[in-house]
């Protein structure tokens, strides 16, 4: 049998191992970037007023994100299984109580949650780099891509049907295991996107309006944040950072003994947050030389981005690429949301990955529909949050994950001993010291701080 009690050195994990350090770091960060730096981070920064927001998520990111993304890490190669089955078998382990699994549970339910929405966004990149290549944003006048935005997202069909795409996408790489082209694609995708967004940068910076974007991001004004800006805020660094769900756990289940956790965690979370942040020194310089509203909602980047190519040299090449990338950082995230889900299947109910990728994959797509349809036929119906993208979006960011990540900080500050946190983190130096009080104390207490504030 894998996995004696205390026996974690001999454990092995049933889907293989990364080959290298950097090949787990490459993972993470593929999981870590995508639609969440590009395409929410501006609109929910926009939505909740700027400067604030962008403080208090930076600090959610360093002061929550950062343990427990560690504790994740650790939790998973010290299981070496789907995140229900490790958090079982830590919780039997090192606190007497298998019912740790329903954290596993709840993170699988996220991510299939999650990616249902997160494909549907995803497909409008595939058409907009298809729109961007057939040169249909070249010259265009604010107006006019903001009229082509709605008119795609009002045709139910069309966005159906590029949602049902990437889901084929997202199934095939699932399928195929952990290491296979994954590697090779975040190798190359995720310089190329920085590259390409210090263009973006660059442009932004001669539209007249840099100061205007710089003064939006990061002047605070502490009068406009409510606690549930607050909750918002948590529940992007939790989502830009793939973390509370179980996600990072299993890549972590695949980590090899020797790699540090801090060192990988610390990489991810500095390239997951300058992205985002040259997403925001990009997009919104551009929405205040347009006339737009950063409160605008899902559609800013869709509204934005294409005109500032359009008017630029090479544009319609430079388009195709930028939506090309993001269509790739999307696709690496959503092999992270599925993976939990797919990774339980196949331990639990022994199907082979491809039977699991595909079965999790149409429940994915059929939840999807529902996203599909809040962007037309179903508009106008609205509960609690909004439409169910809304709803589904809420749920997950700002309930679901937050409420992850405390249980898992929990886990590995109270549950777990103390040797076997600092037998995994390689240290007991100063950097346990430091993330054993953040896991035990500033996490968890800013956790609940805030769920309960803007929950009530
Ligand atoms: N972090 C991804 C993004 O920013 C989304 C994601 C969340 C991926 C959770 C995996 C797990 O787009």
Redesign the pocket.
Known sequence: MLGNQGDSAKRKSLHGHWSSRMAFILAVTG???????IW?FPYIAGQNGGGAFVLVYLVCVAIIGMPVMMSEILIGRRGRRNPVATMALLGQEEGGSEKWRWVGGMGVAA?VL?LSY?SVIAGWTLAYTVKSATGAFAGASAESVSQQFNNFVGDWRLIGLCHTAFMGLSIFVVARGVERGLEQAVRFMVPALLLLLLLLLGYSMTSGFFQQGLAFMFTPDFDRLTWNSVLAALGQAF?????G?G?IMAYGAYLPEETSITGSSAAVVVA?TAIAMLAGLAIFPLVFANNLNPGDGPGLVFDTLPLAFGQMAGGVFFSTVFFVLLSF??WT?AI??MEPAVAWIVERFHHTRAQAAVMIGLLIWLLGVGSVLSFNVLSDFRFLAGTIFDNVDYLTSNIMLPLGGLLIVVFAGWVMCRNSTSDELGTSGLWFSAWRVMARFIAPIGILLVLVNAVR
């Open positions: 999981s870590a970037v995508g639609l969440g730096n929410k991510g999650i997160y989502f830009t950072l793939s973390i769900m996600a997951d950082a999307a995230s992270g949301l």
